[in-house]
């Protein structure tokens, strides 16, 4: 499993409440990556880390900010949850070109 | 930027035939090409993957092609079984400088029938 934990594993919130979700990895991996999962659209990706304190954005990032002030921990927050943002969202180590993706969020918006 | 067109959507096969799924991408740069496997409730698994300088690659049951000029790659399973049954994704990557982004087809639910 590449040594990566996400928390929660599923979260109910209320449209408008601020969601942070929380990718935690064990073994110094350098780059960092969020993806949302939706039916008909595969993996897309929010939002990416190549260090601390160094991300960018991915080709759905509206809505989302990240942060990465630790090696180990790379945090997806929603500052305004919406019901378009109901999906399950993967965290992913790159190992080289290779990619590795943690179990996974679920999260709904209601 | 990279757009990774993937096809079919869906493939129902019987137990023991061959499974072929087709990706295209728009990218020339782009020089990696991994294929994941994704049961239900669970998180995508790379399976299998394709470098540009390779034109070809097998493990065992599963095996991925590329031909650069046309800008295609596909997944072959042989022999297939119950538990192939899933969805899989191919993606693609220009690799170095500073990040490894993958761009993802949308999938393809295969379906092995015993």
């Known amino acids: 499993d590449a040594g990566i934990t996400q928390s929660p594993r599923h979260k109910v919130t209320e449209t408008g409440t601020p969601v942070t979700l929380r990718c935690h990895q064990t073994?110094?991996?350098?780059?960092m990556y969020w993806y949302r999962q939706d039916p008909g659209h595969g993996l897309r990706l929010i939002h990416y880390s190549y260090g601390v304190k160094d991300t960018d954005k991915g080709e759905v990032s509206d809505g989302y900010s990240v942060s990465r002030s630790k090696t180990e921990d790379f945090l997806l927050t929603l500052e305004s949850a919406t019901s378009s943002q109901t999906s399950v969202y993967f965290c992913a180590i790159s190992v080289g070109d290779e990619q590795y993706f943690g179990p996974g969020t679920r999260l709904t918006v209601t | 930027g990279e757009n990774v067109e993937q096809h079919p959507s869906t493939l129902s096969v019987q137990e023991g035939d061959s499974a072929v799924i087709k990706c295209t991408y728009s990218d020339s740069a782009s020089n990696y090409f991994p294929w994941y496997k994704q049961e239900l409730g669970k998180r995508p698994q790379l399976i299998i993957d394709?470098?540009?300088?390779?034109g070809e690659k097998k493990d065992q049951r599963i095996a991925v092609t590329l031909n650069k000029t046309a800008k295609h790659f596909s997944l072959h399973i042989t022999e297939t079984q119950p538990e192939d049954s899933a969805v899989y994704f191919c993606?693609?990557?220009?690799?170095?400088?500073?990040?490894?982004?993958?761009?993802f087809g949308k999938g393809t639910l295969l379906t092995v029938n015993p």
């Open positions: 394709i470098r540009s300088n390779v």
């Open positions: 993606a693609a990557s220009s690799s170095g400088g500073s990040n490894y982004k993958l761009t």
């Open positions: 073994e110094n991996h350098r780059y």
